[in-house]
């Protein structure tokens, strides 16, 4: 029974961590392959370190839950048994909720820069490692709905 609940939490912290995208500079949804993208060229003016907050999807909350009430129903008997995997069921969505939220929690940047037009725009995404430093030209890719910064 043991190595059953081990199996089903390790079940869902992979499938809660497989449900994270990616949202850096390069990063792209499949949907946004073929897809025209403006491209503005500007200077960066300053770079902040910023958290992305993890996903909050029923995913974590049901796996949680799952786990927890399989794990109560484990404790005592008869109507023990029930309460205990109830509680447990109830213990384990909140803390899988709070489990898929941290796995998902994202280090992220914000990016200060001035378009060639005068223009300041701020742009938040995933940290993918670039290193953007203030003064370093760089591109914004626009399709409308997402804006990226890359070099």
Excluded: H, W
Aim: aromatic share 2%.
């Amino acid at each position: 029974m043991r190595i059953l609940n081990l199996t089903v939490a390790l079940l869902a912290a992979v499938t809660v961590a497989g449900c994270a995208s990616g949202l850096g500079g390069g990063d792209y949804e499949r949907a946004e392959a073929r897809r025209v993208m403006n491209v503005r060229m500007g200077v960066i003016e300053s770079v902040r370190l910023v958290k992305l907050e993890g996903t909050k999807s029923p995913v974590g909350t049901l796996g949680g839950a799952a786990v927890g009430g399989i794990a109560g129903s484990t404790v005592g008997g008869g109507k023990g048994s029930a309460i205990a995997a109830v509680v447990g069921a109830v213990v384990g969505g909140i803390a899988g909720s709070a489990a898929e939220e941290g796995i998902t929690r994202k280090q992220g940047v914000e990016v200060t820069v001035k378009m060639d037009n005068g223009e300041m725009l701020a742009i938040i995404q995933e940290d993918g490692g670039e290193g953007f430093k203030p003064g370093e030209r760089v591109r914004l890719l626009q399709d409308g709905r997402t804006t990226r910064v890359t070099r």
